[in-house]
């Protein structure tokens, strides 16, 4: 942040320097090899009495001169030129801390040029003793070279004890230094057989051609196993967390460590090709072919090391955008535009928006991203991305993606670079004009209080059903809404009625299955475990059918509704009828209820793809195969295979949801925890806008899921839940606590909002232990509280779905409506729908019975609380 940075777009992301690097490496390890090579060929020579071998060695001289000394000093130049313009602030760090090094470096860089060009000038001229002499000191000084690089490139990737001490010694004697420099000082006489297959194949006489490439051949095989050994102790040698890092943390070097294991038995192979006599044509075709096998060896290593350091530029001291480690919290709170140097924006405007995160990407990103560039192009990574979903993407990348540093700006900074990168760079605007649903007529059945002998309540068994909808690639949320019904007769004392009648339901004709939601229900109940035949859906239900009478109510079980109408439209409150009848088929009452259903999930904020109706709601085949491509790639799974297989994925087929019956695999998370548990680190400090990434429950969206009482009072997801770190929190530990190891990984990366620490959480089990009305309704009084995170039900029999009142026999949520949908109300699509029945029975929109309504049931004014304390008053929150 402390220099003017170098704008290479196409050319960034690392190109620049690994076409320079690379290149400079291969040569400079042949120009150390190479020189033993030259003194060993020459002794060979002398020994031998060959002048051949003599006139070879001479040759191969000239070569090795112009190779190394033209191509090897230039690039080496380019080196130090590109680094200090890419990187200044780590070039900086390694010019002041190895000075004395890089001095002593350049002394014996100077030795090698001196000597080399001694060497071949002298070469007929001088005595044998003292050529040899020179050429001794040329490897020497050349080892030497490479004595010193070694200590410091590795200083890069393992530090070592120099993180707190800063000494010299510490950081260039560090932990992987011996190993590197045996594995590079064999690498660098392996590279020098393969040039020497260059020079030997073109040798015309064929007895001496055959021998010198034989004797080269030597080279490239005889080092092969300090190679080999030397390489496992390097990676021996790297702590747990660099190795974890490079074989497991970052996919994308899986091709560079294949490539590097392929390639070993390739090169040996290749040199024993060369012991075989082959005609000259042909040795020479494979001594190019050699020489880039050697390349893309050295290639491959480098890719390799280079990784390791990641997401750092020098490893746990500065980061690969230059900033300091220590320096991060600092940064984080001031802004890295206050920060900067060289920026011309230092508060983030609406009018500048676009520009301040101009200024982030160029600070942040450019120095190992690229725009359309071939590596790590930042236009295709982030094409996927939604503004939301990129900015949640930012806000905890170092999490899924480890080589990466954490964002180091403000939440303000963290929006503008999403919004650059989004808008500018993939051209996708966002909007946040709320969407206007189509209208949705209500027909509020009739009912006469003075006439009428029953009420019929029903509700739904959930505020909302969330469910995935792209059944022939994946399923996340079971499908089928659920629907309860109590008949009451009304009297003095009501009775409520479950014997020698019948209830029919029938959903709105409107949302009859078309042709493609018949083959969604086929392969959902397939996925399942569960029968399905043409009338009949998940569990026997179907659109339209007859309801199970229980202990006090009746139950119609995951009925196959979606929230698309036959017409194509998204309504995700589809209606259903119930009617009464008695054993003769007489109809004693009627109402209609809201089977409230939504497929508008987020999860194309960041795995991308279209909504799959209307645009505005639906889980596509794109958005499904990126999710499971993501899965993939993150867990090592093979989703995509399966799905492409015609074998959907069922989410739940390892991770068991208490939702449904699914016993899932008892090694993996349940499914809240594993869903909450990984996201949460993306959404962090939020609110309950972390809860609308995924949730259908954003202000602007087309389904506006939280629409009772409490959203009215302005109240959001986590004055129940938590903030969404507190809530997967909780869900970890209730995991950790069943012995699950990766609950432990997960809670590691979160911190606790609402609390101090970790251990003051309470683990629990979704749809098990919930936030409950009574925890802040203290024995059903006017609320103590306005939070209830962290006290859980202890079993299913107190969720409020699941209780009755205090003479057993009435379901709270037959009075009260479903959760997140309390009475009274509010619905985007039509006022009425979520409170059909307080119209239909009172004339208002209240609780059933509400403002001393006792009549409604019980046909007389009641003097005491049957129900439940404090009931005969009036509501408070009309």
């Excluded at 050319?11 to 190479?34: D, K, N, Q, T």
């Excluded at 192979?269 to 072919?289: E, H, Q």
């Excluded at 209240?846 to 008053?873: F, I, S, Y």
């Amino acid at each position: 942040m402390n220099y003017p940075v170098w704008q290479l777009d196409a050319f960034g992301g690392g190109l620049m320097i690994a076409m320079m690097a690379v290149f400079h490496v291969y040569l400079s390890h042949f120009a150390v090899g190479g020189g033993l090579f030259l003194v060993l060929t020459e002794l060979k020579s002398i020994r031998e009495n060959n002048q051949g071998i003599r006139d070879y060695a001479i040759a191969h001289t000239r070569v090795f001169l112009l190779i190394t000394m033209v191509a090897g000093g230039i690039t080496g130049v380019g080196i130090w030129f590109t680094i200090a313009l890419l990187n200044p602030g780590a070039t900086s760090v390694l010019i002041h801390n190895f000075v004395f090094g890089w001095a002593a470096e350049w002394v014996f860089f100077t030795i090698e040029i001196i000597a080399l060009l001694i060497y071949y000038y002298t070469y007929k001229r001088m005595d044998q003793r003292h050529h040899l002499m020179i050429g001794w000191i040329y490897f020497g000084a050349a080892w030497m070279s490479l004595f010193i690089i070694n200590g410091i490139i590795d200083f890069m990737l393992t530090p070592g004890a120099w993180i707190q001490t800063h000494n010299f010694w510490d950081g260039f004697f560090n932990p992987t230094f011996w190993p590197a420099l045996f594995f590079r000082t064999a690498l660098c006489i392996i590279i020098a057989g393969l040039f020497g297959f260059m020079t030997a194949t073109w040798i015309k006489d064929k007895k001496l051609r055959d021998t010198m490439v034989g004797y080269c051949a030597r080279y490239l095989l005889i080092p092969f196993a300090v190679l080999l050994g030397s390489a496992w102790w390097y990676k021996g040698a790297l702590p747990p967390d660099v190795q974890q890092l490079i074989f497991e943390g970052m996919p994308e070097m899986d091709r560079f460590i294949s490539g590097f294991i392929l390639l070993s038995p390739i090169l040996i192979i290749g040199g024993l090709l060369f012991i075989i006599r082959l005609p000259a044509c042909v040795s020479r075709s494979i001594a190019v072919i050699m020489l880039i096998i050697g390349l893309a060896y050295m290639g491959c290593f480098e890719f390799i090391r280079e990784g390791g350091r990641r997401p750092f530029i020098l490893r746990n001291f500065m980061y690969s955008n230059s900033i300091l480690q220590k320096d991060l919290d600092r940064v984080r709170q001031n802004g890295v535009l206050k920060e900067a140097k060289w920026v011309q924006h230092t508060v983030i405007t609406p009018e500048n928006s676009l520009a301040a995160g101009k200024e982030l990407y160029t600070i942040l990103c450019l120095p190992c991203h690229s725009i359309d560039g071939p590596l790590n192009d930042i236009r295709q990574l982030s094409s996927i991305f939604s503004e939301q979903g990129l900015d949640a993407l930012l806000s905890g990348v170092e999490k899924s993606h480890p080589y990466m540093p954490p964002f180091a700006g403000t939440p303000e900074e963290r929006k503008a670079l999403a919004h650059f990168i989004t808008s500018s760079l993939n051209g996708k605007q966002t909007s946040t004009t709320p969407r206007k649903p189509d209208p949705v007529s209500v027909t509020i059945p009739a009912f006469d209080q003075k006439k009428d002998p029953y009420v019929l309540l029903a509700w739904s068994e959930m505020g909302i059903r969330s469910m995935t909808d792209s059944s022939g690639d994946w399923l996340m949320l079971p499908p089928g809404e659920t629907i309860h019904a109590s008949l009451i007769l009304r009297a003095e004392l009501p009775e409520v009625i479950t014997e020698e009648v019948t209830l029919e339901y029938a959903a709105a004709q409107e949302f009859s299955q078309p042709a493609d939601q018949v083959a969604f229900w086929d392969n959902a109940a397939a996925l399942y475990g569960r029968n399905i035949a043409v009338n009949t859906g998940l569990d026997g239900a179907a659109l339209h059918g007859i309801m199970e009478a229980g202990a006090s109510s009746f139950t119609a079980r995951l009925l196959p509704l979606v929230p698309y109408t036959v017409s194509g439209k998204y309504q995700p409150y589809p209606t259903v009828t119930i009617v009464a009848r008695d054993a003769d088929g007489y109809q004693l009452a009627q109402t209609t209820v809201v089977a409230p259903i939504a497929t508008e999930l987020g999860c194309r904020n960041c795995h991308a793809g279209p909504w799959r109706v209307q645009g505005v709601a639906g889980i596509s085949g794109i958005i499904a195969q990126n999710v499971l491509s993501g899965h993939d790639r993150l867990s090592g799974t093979d989703l995509v295979a399966q799905s492409a297989s015609g074998k959907p994925v069922l989410c739940q087929s390892c991770h068991s949801d208490s939702n449904g019956d699914h016993p899932g695999k008892t090694s993996q998370l349940n499914m809240s925890a594993a869903i909450h548990g990984f996201h949460a680190n993306f959404l962090r400090n939020q609110g309950a806008a972390a809860c609308t990434t995924c949730h259908p429950a954003a202000e602007n969206g087309a389904t506006r899921a939280f629409r009772g009482i409490h959203h009215s009072l302005e109240m959001d997801c986590t004055n129940c839940h938590g903030e969404l770190a507190d809530h997967a929190l909780a869900l970890l530990k209730g995991e950790q606590e069943k012995g699950k190891a990766r609950a432990g990984v997960l809670i590691a990366r979160l911190q606790p909002q609402s609390v101090e620490s970790v251990a003051e959480i309470r683990g629990r089990s979704p749809w098990v232990n919930e936030p409950d009305c009574l925890f802040c309704h203290v024995d059903f009084q006017a609320p103590e509280d306005d939070t209830s995170f962290n006290r859980w039900t202890t079993d299913e029999d107190e969720l409020f779905r699941n209780r009755t009142d205090e003479s057993g026999q009435l379901y709270c949520a037959g009075c009260h409506n479903s959760a997140h949908a309390v009475y009274p109300t509010t619905n985007i699509y039509n006022q009425d729908l979520d409170v059909i029945q307080p119209r239909q029975y009172q004339g208002n929109t209240l609780p059933l019975g509400a403002d001393k309504n006792c009549a409604l049931c019980h046909t007389v004014a009641m003097e005491e609380e049957m129900h439940h304390p404090n009931m005969l008053r009036t509501f408070r929150n009309k």
